[in-house]
């Protein structure tokens, strides 16, 4: 749809008021959207007010309701909880409690509340903003407020945002919180697998989730445990038996260690609680296994936001006040939320009625509705588990006799082993023979090739790097000799797992496809790399952990500069020509500035730059820290822009420089890789599969694929997962500087631009239209996990 930008210079917040306050349980990134909105507030020119703990400050008014300044959210975005405080209000719940809050509010003549919390506290507010003009003809008739104030202060307006680890919110793909929970109960799996192994123990977890079962499925996929107990999917009757018979099996095959996953919430198929003791003496008197139960609690609510929570709590409270100045008596209360990578807005109690809606369906015993009504990322979810946990006895499975050859090419990403498991396991589901190349093409020329199993890729997904092996060797220089291995070894199809090299190499295969008639079956490129400069995605494998890396490093150095104060810190990331890690990496760290090759620079950029941090250092925030992406200009280098800041910065601040260099590439995959690998993975061999199906010639008794479409790369784009031929994405590339054309997250530019005080005009067109839950596209893949 070509339609002309937008933009909201024209939104003036000039004579209005916002509030901030969180409430119910906190959650890491709370305090990332706190920021956003206080700084998005005021660079709209209006004021900006904290109300401390909860719904109660707000009953209770006086120091409670502060009005705050740019600096006052200044070093919070790395802090985990919320810096306001919250807390469950029983006075709010009354009429009196709110007439209260009502009166508190139009004191300071606040009309717009920007709540972040669960559906509890999205649904107070809503009632509030129900009750208001009522409210304040109570108040006129007690004599507490004029009349004058009664039609000034008219409507309230209500933006709510949904911060709960539990991800239990319907409407949205990822809730505030919910990435960084993952990222803890996953550190302590990855700890438990190491002690596990050693003494070949079982391990029960219990992670949180009264009434939802997200993070338990999500972590049982990500780090591939044996059993999981959730809420929404109760286990069927004699589930005892299969789960025993199961653990066996995967102990007689020389796993040392299994893993059961338990959400507090945990129920059988008539409603009775499954507790993780339970558990653990039913495995202990069947199997007589040495087993211990580990309950992770309020560790899951704790510790640093991971950088996916900083970015969504950073994007959401930005969108929040436009549409608060956006907001009109007519519009409802809405929420803003994440629908694939776009920020959305809901009508707030659809949202709520549908979150409802699920705990009903559980109670009435409608599990399978239960299900769905969570969503397709969760139902999505839940069947990929199914497929890769339990393996089908032999004589259960398909024979299809295709045989499907997966290979890494390029420069190791986290989640290429996560993504070999998956079409290991799905595709010997599907009934086909699967192959493993070892060291890419090159490995392949050379006929480094191998049938693998399903025990084989065991306990991969945790893994970093590439099992495999993986070179950026390219196959022209090698293509009669790949011809000849995929003809010795009856190849039907491939599944090719890397970066821009993956791209290219099938482009060639596709190619030479005239020559090498070896070269007309299905292939599959799922893009892996930490650069995310693949076209036809807008996220790739693995630059995700590569951001969580350069995050934690940024904030590491942000502290070591918060002892010697004036310090200005310049850090290079990786990515090629591609821009991605710098400036999602700044946004996610709250950096100064990000240079990048997308956006050409001057030196009247970077002497804008020093002033602006030499004015900055007047203030009470006296460091600064600055990413510059390795490529972004060949003249103004790291060396270039430390020497220049040293100069300028003279007598003001000094400067330090900071490479990161291989780190970014190293680590374990973060839990959205792993997931998205199986995802992404599972989805591709299932096309594979179909294509197969489609190009199978009985005649000659062999796979004929000769179409563009049989050789795609898979790439998620805006809200979806699509198939795209490689051939068709030739024209979206840039070649010379291995990128995209168009890239979705320099749309993003402009908010760390805001968030660091710079003045610069920021594209709306996206937001603003208020959609409806039911018409969120059935296909909606995650943005998130």
């Known amino acids: 749809m070509d339609h002309q930008p937008k933009f909201f210079e024209n939104l003036s917040g000039a004579g209005k008021a916002i509030a901030v306050l969180t409430s119910g349980g906190d959650a890491q990134g709370m305090n990332a959207a706190v920021r956003a909105v206080v700084r998005m507030g005021i660079y709209v020119n209006a004021k900006v007010y904290f109300i401390y ?45 709110r007439l209260q809050a009502a009166f508190n509010l139009v004191q300071r003549g606040i009309t717009n509340l920007c709540v972040i919390g669960g559906d509890g506290s999205l649904t107070g507010a809503n009632l509030f903003r129900e009750e208001w003009s009522g409210l304040l003809e109570e108040l006129a008739q007690k004599g507490k407020i004029d009349a004058e104030a009664v039609k000034k202060y008219a409507y309230l307006n209500i933006v709510g945002m949904v911060g709960s680890i539990d991800n239990d919110f319907c409407g949205t793909d990822m809730t505030i919180g919910t ?15 190491t002690t596990a192994q050693s003494h070949q123990r079982t391990f029960v977890l219990e992670v949180m989730g009264r009434h939802c ?46 893993i059961i996953i338990v959400a507090e919430g945990a129920i059988d198929c008539h409603n009775k609680p499954i507790t993780s003791e339970k558990v653990k003496d039913l495995v202990v008197q069947r199997l007589g296994f040495d087993t211990r ?59 709520v009625q549908m979150t409802q809606e699920v705990q009903k369906a559980m109670d009435e015993g409608r599990f399978l509705e239960a299900v769905r009504l969570r969503g397709r990322s969760f139902e ?47 595709g010997m589901t599907e009934g086909h023979k699967i192959f493993a190349v070892i060291d890419g093409f090159e490995g392949f020329a050379r006929g480094k090739i191998k049938e693998i199993s399903w025990g084989d890729v065991g306990g991969w997904t945790g893994q970093g790097g590439s099992i495999l092996g993986t070179k950026r060797t390219l196959p022209a220089k090698y293509l009669e000799k790949i011809a000849d291995q995929m003809r010795t070894n ?160 003279k007598g003001v601040f000094d400067c330090r420089k900071n490479v990161l260099g291989h780190m970014q590439q190293g680590g374990a995959p973060s839990p959205f890789d792993r997931n998205f690998g199986t995802k992404i993975s599972a989805k591709a061999m299932q096309w594979i599969s179909k294509k197969l199906k489609e190009t199978y010639r009985k005649e000659g008794g062999k796979v004929f694929a000769n179409t563009d479409d049989s050789v795609c790369l898979l790439g998620m784009r805006r809200r979806n997962l699509v198939f795209q031929p490689v051939a068709e994405l030739k024209s979206e590339t840039d070649f010379v500087h291995r990128i995209p054309k168009e890239q979705w997250w320099l749309k993003l530019r402009p908010l760390m631009k805001i968030l660091a005080k710079y003045k610069t005009s920021y594209d709306v067109s996206d937001s603003g239209q208020l959609e409806h839950v039911a018409m969120l596209p059935k296909e909606a893949e995650t943005g998130a996990i």
């Open 53 to 97: 703990e909860g719904y109660q400050g707000m009953v209770d008014g006086g120091d409670n309701i502060v009005e705050v300044s740019w600096e006052s959210v200044s070093s919070i975005l790395q802090v985990g909880g919320t810096v306001i405080g919250s807390a469950r209000c029983k006075s709010f719940r009354t009429r009196e409690g």
């Open 179 to 193: 990435d960084s929970a993952l990222h803890r109960i996953i550190e302590v799996v990855d700890a438990i697998m």
């Open 213 to 258: 079962g997200y993070l338990a499925l999500v972590s049982a996929l990500a780090c591939g445990a044996d059993w999981v107990f959730i809420p929404e999917y109760p286990p069927e009757e004699g589930w005892e038996d299969s789960m025993c018979v199961k653990l066996s099996e995967n102990r007689a095959r020389k796993k040392r260690l299994n």
């Open 293 to 351: 139960v580990t309950i992770l609690g309020h560790v899951q609510r704790g510790g640093t936001p991971s950088a996916f929570d900083r970015i969504l709590a950073s994007r959401m409270g930005v969108e929040a006040v436009l549409a608060l100045l956006e907001a009109t008596p007519d519009t409802p209360a809405c929420v803003v939320s994440l629908s694939g990578n776009q920020a959305v807005r809901l009508p707030l109690m659809e949202c």
């Open 380 to 426: 999505n979810n839940l069947n990929t588990y199914k497929l890769l946990s339990h393996k089908k006895p032999d004589a259960e499975l398909p024979k299809t006799n295709f045989n499907v050859a997966v290979l890494n090419v390029g420069a190791p990403a986290a989640g290429m082993n996560a993504a070999v498991r998956a079409a290991v396991r799905v």
């Open 490 to 649: 009856n190849i039907n199809a491939l599944m090719v797992i890397g970066g821009f090299e993956a791209f290219e190499s099938c482009l060639q295969l596709h190619e030479a496809r005239a020559s090498f008639e070896e070269f007309r079956v299905p292939m599959c490129v799922l893009p892996a790399t930490i650069s995310n400069n693949v076209p036809g995605t807008d996220y790739c494998l693995g630059t995700d952990t590569a951001l969580n890396a350069i995050v934690e490093t940024c904030d590491r150095i942000k502290q070591s500069a918060s002892g010697t104060k004036r310090r200005v810190f310049i850090i290079e990331t990786m990515g090629g020509y591609c821009g991605y890690l710098a400036n999602m990496g700044a946004l996610a760290a709250g950096a100064d500035a990000a240079y990048i090759f997308e956006e050409q620079f001057d030196i009247r950029e970077l002497q804008a730059n020093v002033e602006h941090l030499t004015e900055k250092m007047k203030t009470s925030i006296q460091r600064g820290l600055v990413l510059r992406n390795e490529n972004c200009n060949e003249n103004y280098t790291t060396d270039f822009i430390y020497q220049l800041y040293s100069e300028e910065g």
